[in-house]
T-cell receptor, first 112, second 114 residues
Framework: QQQVKQSPQSLIVQKGGISIINCAYE??????FPWYQQFPGKGPALLIAIRPDVSEKKEGRFTISFNKSAKQFSLHIMDSQPGDSATYFC???????????FGTGTRLLVSP | GAVVSQHPSRVICKSGTSVKIECRSLDFQATTMFWYRQFPKQSLMLMATSNEGSKATYEQGVEKDKFLINHASLTLSTLTVTSAHPEDSSFYIC??????????FGPGTRLTVL
């Protein structure tokens, strides 16, 4: 029940296309859902995060869609660029200084 | 976001020696820090939660006598890998909490045990 399932494991998108990564969770106590971007040999960097009281959040080219009833959330990267090529992790926590549970990661490659 | 540093960025040591990794919160006081381990092409695995002024809380399966955590100040937490072995070779990453939920991660430390 503590798991966060992430798909796909890898993704190839053409430059300018839309990258979509999906995550699903079981624990209904989760109330904070961040996405992190990680480049090889670097620590994860927070991209965008959402709470269950909204269904969508957009920051620049990055959008999180959240479906509370389905217990699913997804990251959409619009106008994908080669510089977006990285590993993306979804995560969830119960909030209030609680630890994060990470998804398994998605390796995104944006072809020029 | 918060700025977190780690030192060293890379370390190579011989089997049986101990290695200390520092995690610093540069621009705010962090009462809680987390330590993660990440093997190649895998996700982050939480090892322990480090609380300033108290004992760390370890995740199930993590040996607390092998991975010593000290959080002596609001800006510094250290992870010491004692009697390191090749299977301890990994990428170790710390994070700090701000505002209750948001975790900011350090750049990571690559440990190689020969």
């Amino acid at each position: 029940q503590q798991q966060v399932k992430q798909s796909p494991q890898s993704l190839i998108v053409q430059k300018g296309g839309i990258s979509i990564i999906n995550c699903a969770y079981e624990n209904t106590a989760f109330d904070y859902f961040p996405w992190y971007q990680q480049f090889p040999g670097k620590g994860p960097a927070l991209l965008i995060a959402i709470r269950p009281d909204v269904s969508e959040k957009k920051e620049g080219r990055f959008t999180i869609s959240f479906n509370k009833s389905a217990k699913q959330f997804s990251l959409h990267i619009m106008d994908s660029q080669p510089g977006d090529s990285a590993t993306y992790f979804c995560a969830a926590s119960r909030g209030g200084f609680q630890k994060l549970v990470f998804g398994t990661g998605t390796r995104l490659l944006v072809s020029p | 976001g918060a700025v977190v540093s780690q030192h060293p960025s890379r370390v190579i040591c011989k089997s049986g020696t101990s290695v200390k990794i520092e995690c610093r919160s540069l621009d705010f006081q962090a009462t809680t820090m987390f330590w993660y381990r990440q093997f190649p092409k895998q996700s982050l695995m939480l090892m322990a939660t480090s609380n300033e002024g108290s004992k760390a809380t370890y995740e199930q399966g993590v040996e607390k006598d092998k991975f010593l955590i000290n959080h002596a100040s609001l800006t510094l937490s250290t992870l010491t890998v004692t009697s390191a072995h090749p299977e301890d070779s990994s990428f170790y990453i710390c994070s700090t909490l701000t505002g209750g939920d948001t975790q900011y991660f350090g750049p990571g430390t690559r440990l190689t045990v020969l």
